[in-house]
């Protein structure tokens, strides 16, 4: 006897909500993988700014009061251009390993695998069952070698955390808000760009989820936030502007200043897709600024933010899936091009390719989408 219609939709929906049997052996093994862009690295000494960050007396002494209270250079000798860098979370997460290089090492090394599992659940919860499309994805991501700058230096955490507590934050939106909110309010501790993680969780409650009480909640904790930040710095996100030999951003006018900063993101986009000029340092004269517009890598940020625009109606429209690309790339994209060219900081942190994760993160959210999106409509 045939089923009604009703019954027949009802066991469809069981169905497609069963749960995925996650291959745990295989995922374990795919961390691992994590560990292999990290061997390219010196594992017997800092490396850069880690140095330099271990030589703080607040980190070594582990004085909670001043690390809570202070900048982030405080105190070192090599910034004399000024620092609007609050970061006291990096600063606790290196406490104890004043000797231990390896430590942090491993610990970023944990943070970043945990993101990849993230970015697993996220791409299972758009793809069939048996799917390997989830796995292939955070083995993608996790042995990128983009990545191994990301886990091999302290401030690397600066990086990974704010998306980590993000990514997460959204993945329990609707269940546990209010968990979210307090995981997503840590990131500002990590580095700025938290500031905009916030804003967009708590942008999702308000307009996604209609849940004003919440959103308040999460504005409140960025004005408190704001509060630490400016009595730590001195004043919100500016700093005096370092020399033209540090920064080349600070003397151009307003539309070169404008294509290079498109050059830097699409310059991004191209080592994601061909990681073969990689490097530990840009320094001055290795990336041509002032950039032109007919750069390949200038149409490659075009072409990538005209896509998204005309995608941003849809993917506000798709949950907290949608949500979280719009604001992984929107954080990234805003604090990386906009706050940290206008206020002054080296010029190199804008070209390092750990500070893109976000949008790394992002594009292999939009690609699962797309995917599935042509399944369902049988286009591919």
């Known amino acids: 006897m045939k089923k009604p219609r009703k019954a027949r939709a009802a066991e469809a929906v069981v169905e497609t909500e069963a749960p995925r049997q996650i291959n745990w052996p295989l995922l374990y093994a795919i961390g691992l993988l994590a560990l292999l862009p990290s061997l390219w690295f010196p594992q017997d000494q800092w490396v850069y700014e880690d140095e330099l960050l271990m030589q703080n007396p607040y980190v070594l002494n582990a004085e909670l009061g001043n690390i809570a209270s202070h900048r982030l250079w405080y105190g070192l000798g090599n910034t004399p251009y000024g620092d609007p860098t609050f970061r006291p979370f990096?600063?606790?997460?290196?406490?104890?390993?004043?000797?231990?290089?390896?430590g942090l090492r491993v610990l970023g090394w944990l943070m970043y695998v945990l993101t990849g599992l993230l970015l697993f659940l996220w791409t299972s919860s758009r793809s069939s069952r048996g799917s390997p499309w989830p796995y292939l994805v955070a083995a993608l991501f996790l042995v990128h070698p983009i990545s191994a700058e990301l886990r091999s230096q302290i401030l690397g955490l600066s990086e990974i955390m704010p998306l980590l507590l993000?990514?997460?934050?959204?993945?329990?939106?609707?269940?546990?808000?209010?968990?979210?909110?307090?995981?997503?309010?840590?990131a500002p501790g990590f580095k700025e760009i938290g500031f905009f993680w916030v804003l967009g969780y708590s942008a999702y409650q308000f307009w996604g989820l209609h849940r004003p009480r919440l959103a308040l909640a999460g504005v409140v904790a960025l004005v408190v936030w704001a509060g630490f930040h400016f009595s730590a710095v001195g004043g919100w996100f500016g700093a005096p502007q370092p020399p033209e030999s540090i920064n080349p951003l600070v003397s151009m006018s307003f539309g070169d200043g404008l294509v290079s900063r498109l050059y830097l993101l699409g310059h991004a986009l191209k080592l994601f897709v061909v990681p073969t000029e990689l490097s530990a340092d840009y320094a001055q004269g290795t990336l041509p600024l002032p950039a032109s517009l007919f750069q390949l890598p200038v149409l490659l940020a075009l072409a990538f933010l005209i896509l998204f625009i005309k995608n941003l109606r849809s993917l506000l429209g798709d949950g907290a899936y949608g949500a979280l690309v719009v604001t992984a790339v929107g954080a990234t994209v805003f604090w990386e091009l906009h706050l940290m060219g206008f206020t002054g900081n080296y010029y190199t942190v804008l070209f390092s390719e750990r500070a893109w994760v976000g949008v790394y993160f992002a594009l292999f959210l939009w690609t699962t989408r797309a995917i599935t999106f042509g399944e369902r409509k049988g286009l591919t």
């Open 90 to 102: 990096v600063l606790l997460s290196a406490i104890p390993f004043p000797k231990i290089p390896q």
């Open 166 to 186: 993000g990514a997460t934050a959204f993945l329990i939106a609707e269940k546990t808000p209010y968990l979210g909110l307090a995981l997503v309010a840590l």
